[in-house]
């Protein structure tokens, strides 16, 4: 990039955005990625006033007053509340390059595949409601990919799976383009909801969606991994309805975790099942990667590699992987113009 162009883009107010179930990322060319922060909100009930978003706000979930409503307005890595999504968007907007002046951003954005045209508009739109003169997107599969650093503009398969918070895509990527795919809406929200289930009816305690994160993070695991310690978890004895502190064995939680990593190494499967065969060959000797925050599940990959005797590696930083993609799309538009959608 020469001197010039880099100087202008100081100025420019372009943005790329990673717009998860989970976590929002947002990325500037002058300040690297400048958002990285939970896709909550904290509301006023009454006045939907916003109160906290972010980090702040995923704090107070499940600890908040009647007033104030704590909401995730994407589910299923899609907008499940559209002004309570614009305001998350204009509040990050607004921390990654100041209040709006009379030059507006234009927006990449990265969305899951296996979304209808009627959930793009909505990211569209909440992008527009929030100040973005111009939108467009890119599928989360193929951000996941760059930001791996798979060579996708070649003629070669690529095959990355992105585990999320509210989706799990696999797709082989070959020249810009996707030749095969699978999109479960079971990933890591899925997790935390089975956690809580299984300590709610093996332990009667009852604990809320950030403990149930916590434990997953903490003791987790796809397969038996060896060392992993018990854990003193406090929380609500649902039996004499007063707090306590219960000790979760690891392996309780290896067993609520073995349905939806079941179904990730499922939709792995199905996809090889539909590579053709060059692109295969090439899976074959390169191995798959994982991207996402559901990537770092303890014994994930070990339990893909042995389910389909390919090699499994994470991509660096999986949580930024997406972002980090979306970004050198934006950056790169000409060596790239083919993974945009309209
Ligand atoms: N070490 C870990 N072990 C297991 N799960 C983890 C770990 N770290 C983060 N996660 C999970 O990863 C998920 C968030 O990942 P990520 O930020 O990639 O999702 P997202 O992009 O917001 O969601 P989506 O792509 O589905 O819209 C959360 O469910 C979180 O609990
Ligand atoms: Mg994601």
């Known amino acids: 990039m020469g001197l010039w162009q880099r100087f202008l883009g100081l100025f420019s107010k372009d943005i790329a955005m990673d717009l998860g179930t989970a976590n929002t990322l947002l990325y500037t060319r002058a300040g690297g990625i400048v958002v990285n ?15 906290a978003v972010g980090h702040e706000a995923k704090r107070a979930c499940g600890r908040t007053p009647g007033r104030i409503r704590t909401v995730r307005p994407m589910r299923d890595g899609v907008v499940a509340d559209f002004d ?29 595949r296996g979304i209808t045209q009627v959930e793009k508009k909505a990211v569209i739109d909440a992008a527009l409601a929030a100040g973005a003169v111009k939108v467009s997107l890119i599928e989360e599969p193929m951000a996941a990919a760059i930001g791996a650093g798979l060579p996708v503009t ?13 989706t799990s895509e696999v797709a082989v990527i ?21 956690v809580l289930r299984m300590l709610r009816e093996r332990y009667r305690l009852d604990v809320g969606e950030n403990t149930a994160e916590r434990i997953k993070i903490a003791i987790g695991s796809a397969m038996p991994v060896p060392g992993l310690e018990d854990m003193q978890v406090a929380g609500k004895d649902l039996v004499a309805g007063v707090p306590r502190t219960f000790t979760v064995k690891a392996e309780d939680v290896r067993e609520a975790l073995a349905e ?14 539909r590579t053709p065969p060059e692109l295969a060959a090439d899976i074959y000797s390169n191995g798959f990667c994982l991207a996402g925050g559901g990537a770092l599940l303890r014994g994930l990959a070990e339990l893909l590699c042995e389910r389909t005797k390919l090699r499994v590696f994470l991509a660096e930083d999986p949580l930024t992987a997406v ?14 113009q083919d993974v945009f959608i309209a």
Request: hydrophobic share 50%; aromatic share 2%.
């Open 37 to 51: 922060e939970p896709s909550v909100v904290a509301l006023d009930a009454q006045t939907r006033e916003v109160l």
């Open 84 to 112: 309570v999504a614009s305001l998350m968007i204009i509040s990050f907007i607004r921390k990654a390059i100041g209040r709006l002046g009379l030059v507006k951003p234009s927006m990449l954005i990265c969305v899951p």
């Open 154 to 166: 070649e003629p070669k398969g690529s095959l990355i799976a992105d585990i999320g918070g509210g």
């Open 174 to 194: 070959t020249l810009a383009a996707v030749s095969a795919s699978q999109s479960l809406r079971t990933a890591g929200d899925r997790m935390n909801e089975l």
């Open 260 to 273: 939806p990593v079941e179904e990730i190494a499922g939709a792995v499967m199905r996809t090889l099942e």
């Open 323 to 336: 972002l980090r993609g979306t970004a050198k799309a934006m950056l790169n538009r000409q060596a790239f």
